[in-house]
């Protein structure tokens, strides 16, 4: 039951089951994330987990992390907008290897601003890549994002990013993820969950410490798509060590 929750979950994030599913969440109001967990039995995490992302990382442990192998081929599909963020979907065969286990890249997405802050800083926007093993473990890369030069590679997907809700995408060139990668892969560690409902925990969460960097445009294009801030509220820590 568990595989089967951490793939329920991963496909509500890819946007598979999005459309067609009958509780609907959001990011204001009686919608928001101070109600997910009483919006419905499955979303009960999202209030009572204790190991919730995001988080602000701060008072870390030093650690011998191992090194994050990314695997990336120029095979990012389509892009769609599931109304709660924009999203490129994946072609099978892109993978991150780290300590001995191996995650396929599902689809990476943005939030505005970032949902995780480290050492109490928020971000402009915040990068997921959702990976998933073959049992169904997830872990999630997350990318910091501020304001300067343009990025080439967003500024492919913003040419077709669709305005309205579920609307979807082909990309007239199939992009390559490794353009949204900072120079550095060094990275913070925690455990954690989808920052989505239904709010799945045993999530291995990976943010890398260099920021990447894209135009105030850009974020600026973003935001108006979205209407409004798409990031869930930093989660209590509670025991949980956080390593880099």
């Excluded at 990025?151 to 979807?168: D, Y």
Aim: glycine fraction near 10%.
């Amino acid at each position: 039951m568990k595989k089967q929750g951490f793939l329920c979950g991963m496909l509500l994030l890819a946007g598979v089951a999005q459309a067609g599913h009958a509780v609907h969440w959001g990011y204001l109001g009686e919608e928001g994330p101070e109600s997910w967990g009483q919006l419905s039995p499955d979303y009960r995490a999202c209030a009572e987990g204790r190991n919730q992302s995001p988080v602000d990382l701060k008072g870390f442990i030093e650690a011998e992390l191992p090194p994050l192998e990314f695997n990336y081929r120029k095979d990012g599909s389509e892009v769609l907008n599931n109304g709660h963020t924009i999203q490129v979907n994946y072609l099978p065969g892109s993978t991150l290897a780290v300590h001995g286990r191996e995650f396929e890249l599902k689809q990476f997405h943005f939030h505005a601003p970032s949902e995780n802050r480290i050492e109490g800083k928020s971000y402009p926007m915040e990068m997921h890549l959702v990976h998933a093993d073959k049992e169904g473990n997830l872990a999630v890369v997350a990318v910091m994002i501020t304001e300067g030069g343009e990025n080439a590679t967003l500024a492919k997907i913003w040419e077709q990013m669709p305005e309205q809700a579920g609307g979807k995408e082909e990309l007239q060139e199939r992009i390559s993820v490794k353009g949204l990668l900072p120079a550095s892969n060094d990275y913070y560690r925690f455990n954690g969950s989808l920052t989505t409902p239904p709010c799945i925990e045993g999530v291995r969460w990976y943010v890398l410490k260099q920021p990447l960097t894209v135009s105030a445009d850009q974020v600026k294009k973003f935001r108006h798509i979205m209407h409004h801030p798409n990031n869930r509220p930093v989660q209590p820590v509670y025991a949980r060590p956080l390593l880099k």
